[in-house]
């Protein structure tokens, strides 16, 4: 775990400081910098944030509604390992709500929130030009930025909230079960999306999203190892 490299700033009440205990925890997750199933023992994190328990537990507690963190009674809590069935579930809910949002995001899209996308785009394109391990955690980031970005535009503070945690388990997901080192998101569908958002063509938006979550989905290898979950099964014991 190297979560004592990143600075945290300490902040006046117990609630801020799980807030961003959570976003260190929450980053390090998406990041696999903390792997599927590590232990985030109460007290070894709150040493290492200086804070009490009391602070970490209800940090973890809001992970683990966005599903990110698992808890388990009497054994703790623990980073999600999220199963191909779970990964297919959390796509299936984004092909529901995504061209939902993109409905409302032509109606109330800005020239700034244009702007706005614009700039996701030119730092996915940036990204896309280099290599190497922390370059790809960052394309996964910025791909799910721009998602994000639609989820804010569309106005609804409830979907915007289940979005963040949709996005945030497809990263867990895309990092886990990611076939090939390229984006998970094509950034060539980004921008026809955004096209058709400015177009206010509300229908091929929606289905060029419909397309793109189905693309995401189809570059996992949601077959299960069967080998690798035997062995783990019997050292188990
Ligand atoms: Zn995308």
């Given at each position: 775990m190297k979560l004592a490299d990143y600075p945290f700033a300490p902040t006046d009440g117990a609630e801020d400081r799980a807030a961003a205990i959570r976003e260190h925890l929450r980053d390090a997750i998406i990041d696999r910098r903390l792997a599927p199933g590590t232990k985030?023992?109460?007290?070894?994190?709150?040493?290492?944030?200086?804070?009490?328990?009391?602070?970490?537990?209800?940090?973890?507690?809001?992970?683990?509604?966005?599903g990110l963190v698992r808890s388990e009674r009497n054994?703790?809590?623990?980073?999600?390992?999220?199963?191909?069935?779970?990964?297919?579930?959390?796509?299936d809910a984004r092909r529901l709500i995504e061209p939902a949002l993109a409905g409302s995001a032509v109606e109330r899209l800005r020239p700034l929130d244009i702007a706005e996308f614009?700039?996701?785009?030119?730092?996915?394109?940036?990204?896309?030009?280099?290599?190497?391990?922390?370059?790809?955690?960052?394309?996964?980031?910025?791909?799910?930025?721009?998602?994000?970005?639609?989820?804010?535009?569309?106005?609804?503070?409830?979907?915007?909230?289940f979005m963040e945690e949709l996005v945030a388990r497809s990263s867990l997901v895309i990092a886990l079960?990611?076939?090939?080192?390229?984006?998970?998101?094509?950034?060539?569908?980004?921008?026809?999306?955004?096209?058709?958002?400015?177009?206010?063509?509300?229908?091929s938006a929606g289905e060029l999203l419909v397309h793109h979550i189905d693309?995401?989905?189809?570059?996992?290898?949601?077959?299960?190892?069967?080998?690798?979950?035997?062995?783990?099964?019997?050292?188990?014991?």
């Amino acid at each position: 775990m190297k979560l004592a490299d990143y600075p945290f700033a300490p902040t006046d009440g117990a609630e801020d400081r799980a807030a961003a205990i959570r976003e260190h925890l929450r980053d390090a997750i998406i990041d696999r910098r903390l792997a599927p199933g590590t232990k985030l023992g109460e007290a070894e994190v709150g040493a290492l944030f200086d804070v009490s328990r009391t602070v970490v537990r209800s940090a973890l507690q809001m992970l683990s509604f966005e599903g990110l963190v698992r808890s388990e009674r009497n054994r703790g809590a623990f980073v999600a390992n999220p199963s191909p069935e779970e990964a297919r579930q959390v796509f299936d809910a984004r092909r529901l709500i995504e061209p939902a949002l993109a409905g409302s995001a032509v109606e109330r899209l800005r020239p700034l929130d244009i702007a706005e996308f614009r700039s996701l785009l030119e730092e996915e394109s940036r990204l896309m030009g280099e290599r190497g391990a922390s370059v790809r955690r960052a394309e996964i980031r910025a791909s799910g930025d721009f998602h994000l970005a639609l989820a804010r535009v569309a106005g609804n503070a409830v979907l915007e909230r289940f979005m963040e945690e949709l996005v945030a388990r497809s990263s867990l997901v895309i990092a886990l079960y990611g076939r090939t080192g390229a984006s998970s998101c094509g950034h060539a569908d980004h921008g026809s999306i955004l096209a058709a958002l400015e177009a206010r063509d509300v229908r091929s938006a929606g289905e060029l999203l419909v397309h793109h979550i189905d693309h995401i989905e189809s570059d996992l290898d949601l077959t299960p190892a069967h080998g690798l979950d035997l062995r783990a099964a019997l050292s188990r014991g």
